[in-house]
């Protein structure tokens, strides 16, 4: 059973930093593409970043390009997702998600259950 499981989120005041990990478990961590998705209140769920197997190739959403990077480890099987320069509309459940294709694309077939980041001005 895949199970991913988010830390890192809480409550950062505007320009400031959060890092979330997500460990996986129950698959071959390196045989899938990984990625983070938010949804804020009343919003539809949309990717933030995503990144390759091997970590060789990422993708950002264009609204956090610069400020967020998207890393992962293969010998701990977990994803990282490090948050700079944070902004109020940055507020959002984040989730990690995991798909055997790369770009993970709007509906990868494994979530976790997601962890709160509230930003404050």
């Known amino acids: 059973q895949v199970q991913l499981g988010e830390l890192g989120g809480g409550l950062a005041q505007a320009g400031g930093s959060l890092r979330l990990s997500c460990a996986a478990s129950g698959l071959t961590f390196s045989s899938y593409a990984m990625g983070w998705f938010r949804q804020a209140p009343g919003q539809k769920r949309v990717i933030v970043a995503d990144i390759s197997r091997d970590g060789g190739s990422t993708y950002y959403g264009e609204s956090v390009k610069g400020r967020f990077t998207i890393s992962r480890d293969n010998a701990k099987n977990t994803v990282y997702l490090q948050m700079n320069s944070l902004k109020p509309e940055d507020t959002a459940v984040y989730y990690c998600?995991?798909?055997?294709?790369?770009?993970?694309?709007?509906?990868?077939?494994?979530w976790g259950q997601g962890t709160q980041v509230t930003v404050s001005s």
């Open positions: 998600a995991a798909s055997s294709i790369w770009p993970l694309g709007a509906f990868p077939p494994y």
